[in-house]
């Protein structure tokens, strides 16, 4: 059984740097479920800071690049001098062929927002300047479709939340079963949604007014001839802007950022996310565009 966490805070930090503490470390298994590793970025001049450190949370998409979103955002978090948490969720888990596990929370037994908060904690555990009482979040892709299921769960833990393209969504809707709508929410989860606490998460759905095709439903299955195409009109293009009007009837703060001439493609996004999260940071409500 693994011992408890030892803080790193009282390293020197010429050790801590030596010892890749410091910047981009190696992956980190997680102590509470080592199916699981994380990847972190600590500021380099974390020793040197009087005060706490905000936390990004990164989440990958379908194929799982948590140490490029890392890298994507490693100049970001020593300008604004914040941390970052990637995880990765593998392919194959339990089942060998499974590759969408954690996209829908939960998944034959493993709670996969319970994995990310454990280590989140572990995080604050060895890096004890890092705040993560709060923390922003951002998913693409099948990571998009994580970071909002995430939020119905823990909206009170979202500082403000960025989700791009989801190939699937779970609507704010009452009539429909769990994952496309939240009828039976708490009969799954065994708690209540907190729609209140959802309303007042600053929101950014983006997506490429270029990614518009369909090809990736009938791919992985989802489109059979009994479908109403009309789900899946202009692509994850559409379906976001539905998920954004969804949201925003029911009272959210959200707002949709299209990004012109774009495709199903992560890297023209980040330049509109980092800019989100800038207005949001060392903020107690955060800030979304009108």
Not at 94 to 112: A, E, H, L, S, W
Not at 186 to 213: R, S, Y
Request: charged share 25%.
């Amino acid at each position: 059984m693994a011992g408890p966490i030892q803080s790193l805070d009282g390293l020197e930090p010429r050790v801590a740097e030596e010892l890749m503490y410091l910047g981009s470390s190696p992956a980190w298994t997680c102590v509470a479920d080592s199916r699981f590793c994380y990847f972190l970025y600590v500021p380099k001049r974390y020793y040197e800071l009087k005060y706490k450190l905000q936390l990004i949370v990164l989440i990958h998409g379908s194929g799982r690049n948590p140490y490029t979103l890392r890298r994507e955002f490693s100049d970001f978090a020593e300008t604004h001098e914040c941390a970052l948490l990637a995880p990765l969720f593998p392919i194959g888990l339990i089942d060998p062929q499974d590759t969408v596990n954690y996209k829908y929370i939960k998944y034959r037994g493993i709670r996969f927002d319970r994995a990310l908060l454990s280590m989140v904690d572990e995080a604050h555990a060895r890096f004890g300047k890092i705040d993560t009482s709060k923390f922003l979040l951002y998913g693409y892709s099948g990571g998009g479709q994580f970071v909002h299921r995430f939020s119905y769960l823990h909206p009170h833990l979202v500082q403000a939340l960025a989700c791009g393209a989801p190939g699937t969504q779970t609507l704010l809707d009452w009539t429909k079963p769990w994952p496309d709508g939240v009828q039976d929410f708490e009969d799954v989860f065994g708690q209540p949604l907190d729609l209140e606490a959802l309303q007042k998460m600053p929101t950014m759905f983006i997506a490429g007014d270029g990614d518009t095709d369909i090809f990736y439903a009938v791919a992985r299955g989802r489109i059979n001839n009994h479908d109403d195409l009309s789900r899946f009109e202009n692509g994850r293009f559409g379906a976001t802007e539905r998920l954004e009007k969804n949201w925003k009837s029911k009272g959210a703060n959200c707002f949709m950022q299209s990004v012109h001439g774009a495709k199903h493609e992560e890297k023209p996004m980040l330049q509109h996310v980092k800019r989100f999260f800038e207005q949001n940071l060392h903020s107690e409500t955060g800030i979304s565009p009108k």
